[in-house]
C-alpha cells in the first residue's frame, strides 16, 4: 500500500513510519522543511515538501496514495485556533479526494479532549461545539466521513506518548523539578494519567489503516491511569529530589502552561480497541520508562 503521512518527521509519525516500512507499505512523508525531509528520507520513506496549509499538495498526495494517515498538527498552544483550523482544513482536503474510494483516512484526536474526570472508552464522542479544546470537533467531522465512503477511524493517543527522545509533557516536567529542586503533583496527586509508549502508539496507526472499519475510534491507551503522584515521585527519584504537593492555587505559577495538564484527571481504556484489533502494548510502561534511566541522562 502507497500511504501518505503528515507529521512524519514527528514523535509519533517518525515511529509510525517504522511500523509501515516493516509491514510492507510505501510511505510518502509530507516535509515541512529540508531538515524533515532528510530526517523523513533516512528512515526509508519518501519525502514531499509542504505543511499542512498546502491543501492542493494534501490533495494531489491523498490521490496518489492507497491512504493517508494523518498524525500533523501544529502544537503551539498560544495559536490553538489557527492549529484547529489547520487541522480541520487538512481532512477536508483529503475527503474532497477520498470520498466514495472506501480508501483508508486515519486521524489523530486524544483521549484528553473528550471529557477528563471519569474513564474514557472508544464509546465516548466529542459534542460538537461543546466549547472544549478546538481540534475535538475535528475528529467527529472526520467521523463523519464514512457516510461519503471513507474507511475513516480515529486514533486518541493518550496524553502521555513516552519512550526514549521524548520532547512532550514528561521532559517538560522533569525540567520544572530540575529548575525548582523539587518535583511537584498538583493537590493530592490522585488525578491520573493514561499512558502509553511511543512504538505501541505506532502499532495501532499501522492496525487502524489496515484493519479498522469505517466509522472506528480507537484508543491508543496502554496503561488506564497512573496516579500523577506517582510519576512525581518516579522524577524525583531519577533526579535525585524530594517530592512535594502543590497547592492548586499555585499550580500556574510552578508549572507553568502545563499547570491546566497535569491537575487534569485523564484515566482512559483501550479495552474496545484491543478487542476489535488484536492490538497489544508489548513495551515498558511509563513508570518503567522512567526508571530505565534515559529521561535524566
Known amino acids: ?146 457516510e461519503r465512503g471513507v474507511r475513516v477511524s480515529v486514533v486518541r493517543p493518550a496524553p502521555t506518548v513516552h519512550g526514549d527522545g521524548d520532547h512532550g509533557f514528561v521532559p517538560f516536567l522533569i525540567g520544572v523539578a530540575r529548575r525548582a529542586g523539587v518535583a511537584g503533583y498538583v493537590g493530592d496527586g490522585t488525578n491520573r494519567w493514561c499512558a502509553v509508549h511511543r512504538f505501541d502508539c505506532a502499532s495501532l496507526y499501522k492496525r487502524a489503516l489496515e484493519d479498522a472499519p469505517a466509522g472506528s475510534v480507537l484508543h491508543a491507551v496502554a496503561e488506564q491511569g497512573i496516579p500523577t503522584r506517582e510519576i512525581a515521585e518516579a522524577i524525583g527519584r531519577g533526579l535525585g529530589l524530594p517530592v512535594r504537593s502543590i497547592e492548586p492555587g499555585d499550580a500556574a505559577a510552578h508549572f507553568e502552561w502545563m499547570a491546566m495538564f497535569w491537575s487534569a484527571d485523564i484515566p482512559a481504556s483501550s479495552d474496545l480497541t484491543r478487542e476489535a484489533l488484536g492490538w497489544q502494548p508489548t513495551h515498558p510502561g511509563l513508570i518503567a520508562d522512567l526508571e530505565a534511566g534515559h529521561y535524566f541522562a
Do not use: Q
Not at 22 to 31: D, S
Not at 50 to 71: I, S, Y
Not at 103 to 109: A, F, G, I, N, R
Not at 115 to 142: C, K, M, Q, W, Y
Open 1 to 146: 500500500m502507497r500511504v501518505f503521512l503528515t507529521g512524519a518527521s514527528g514523535w509519533i509519525g517518525s515511529a509510525v513510519i517504522g511500523e509501515l516500512r516493516v509491514a510492507g507499505h510505501e510511505v510518502v512523508g509530507l516535509a515541512r522543511s529540508e531538515a524533515s525531509a532528510v530526517r523523513i528520507e533516512a528512515s526509508g520513506a519518501s519525502a514531499v515538501r509542504g505543511d499542512l496549509g498546502d491543501l492542493d499538495v494534501l490533495r494531489r498526495e491523498a490521490d496518489r496514495a492507497d491512504g493517508v494517515v494523518h498524525c500533523g498538527y501544529l502544537h503551539d498552544f498560544s495559536r490553538m485556533g489557527d492549529a484547529a483550523l489547520l487541522d480541520r482544513g487538512a481532512i477536508e482536503a483529503f475527503a474532497d479526494v477520498l470520498a466514495w474510494t472506501g480508501k483508508p483516512l486515519v486521524v489523530t484526536s486524544g483521549v484528553g479532549l473528550v471529557r477528563p474526570g471519569h474513564v474514557v472508552t472508544e464509546r465516548d464522542r466529542h459534542v460538537l461545539g461543546s466549547g472544549g479544546h478546538p481540534r475535538a470537533d475535528n475528529a467527529e467531522i472526520a467521523l463523519a466521513l464514512a
